[in-house]
């Protein structure tokens, strides 16, 4: 049975695991329940309180799998964090670190851990492995906090990010004129705005010269999902230009909503229209890139282009959006070689004088 006890316990018998925990098993209506504690007295006798219905096991923290906590951690999650955040979470619950669902908590050791995560991440990318670890780690410290996290997770791979020209989206917006795609476009590489931010925007967003972005569309589990914005500082106004305005007003108001595409018709579109252009491959999200390197390029204040692009902090454009087209690149790169000859050239100058 393992190690000899220090007190005799009456059946049922606690068992000692081979992670040094003991487990004590009773019979509730049918069922078999196991109690899994580090100390052999107290599992016997929170098992006997099963049992007698002193306690509830499906609300005992100590006595749930890895998988039931984070079911519960989800449900409490559920009417505060959005739609979309959610459906996320019940994928990963569905799909990932499945050999970690079936263990009680008391039995969870840092090694299941780190097998679980090095198993995961030669199959999906470090970020899937770091979200599904995090959701883990939010549902342990809920449910178990005595159990701290020291996971090594794996490498972060770079992106690099490459943004339409100018000239790129002058021909999809070109080519987008009369058709469902051209509001979108408009609002994703001129005001910047989310893909959920557009879906959401209805016709008393405009207000005047400015249109208000105050809420947004997600797929969720049941399907899309009305929300706020992705955060505080999302909601904004920003000043409608005039060939915006022109081309809302043209569009027939059918419903409340001003752009009545899914996100995943728009990706749709778009793709069928660069591949139509000969243009790359983009994702919709891309557009917005465009729209925050395009200000940048100008010399726009990264805390105008952080207001309009609806970011918490200008972290973002720091990490992400700081890069410039493939033009601008090639433009700098022209200047500095132009300095650098001019250089060569004068101080070529200097030395035939002397010679002579």
């Given amino acids: 049975m393992g190690r000899q006890q220090k007190t005799k316990l009456t059946h049922p018998t606690p068992v000692q695991l081979p992670s040094g925990a003991w487990r004590c098993q009773v019979m509730v209506n049918g069922e078999r329940i196991s109690v899994v504690d580090r100390d052999p007295e107290v599992a016997h006798t929170k098992a006997l309180a099963i049992k007698s219905g002193l306690i509830d096991r499906k609300k005992s923290p100590q006595i749930m799998t890895v998988g039931e906590a984070i079911d519960r951690y989800i449900e409490s999650k559920d009417s505060v964090l959005s739609p979309a955040t959610i459906h996320g979470y019940k994928k990963i ?29 030669k199959k999906k990318s470090p970020k ?14 809920m449910y178990y906090p005595e159990f701290v996290l020291r996971t090594t997770m794996p490498q972060k791979i770079r992106h690099e990010i490459e943004i339409p020209d ?22 994703a590489v001129w005001l910047g705005l ?24 997600v797929d969720g589990e049941d399907g899309p999902a009305l929300k706020g914005t992705k955060t505080y500082s999302g909601d904004r106004r920003i000043r409608l230009p005039e060939q915006i305005k022109a081309v809302l007003e043209q569009q027939p108001k059918t419903g409340d909503h001003i752009v009545t595409l899914s996100g995943h018709a728009m990706y749709n579109r778009l793709s069928r229209l660069s591949e139509k252009l000969g243009l790359p491959h983009r994702r919709f999200h891309d557009l917005r890139h465009t729209a925050a390197s395009v200000a940048m390029s100008l ?15 200008d972290h973002m454009l720091k990490t992400v959006y700081l890069h410039t087209m493939k033009s601008k690149e090639d433009e700098y790169a022209d200047r500095i070689d132009q300095a650098y000859d001019a250089l060569l050239h004068m101080n070529l100058h200097i030395y035939t004088n002397k010679s002579q």
Avoid: F
């Fill in 194 to 217: 989310r893909e959920s931010e557009i879906r959401g925007l209805t016709w008393d967003c405009i207000e005047g010269e400015y249109l208000h972005v105050k809420q947004a569309i």
């Fill in 93 to 121: 619950r569905k799909n990932d670190l499945q050999e970690l669902m079936g263990l009680r908590l008391p039995e969870l050791r840092q090694e299941h851990v780190q097998r679980a995560v090095n198993q995961m991440a």
């Fill in 128 to 141: 899937s492995v770091r979200n599904a670890h995090g959701l883990l780690s939010a549902a342990l410290t």
């Fill in 299 to 313: 010399g726009v204040p990264n805390t105008y282009t952080q207001k309009r692009m609806g970011h918490a902090t």
């Fill in 166 to 187: 100018m000239d790129e989206i002058a021909a999809l917006l070109q080519a987008s004129v009369g058709t469902k795609l051209e509001v979108p476009l408009l609002l």
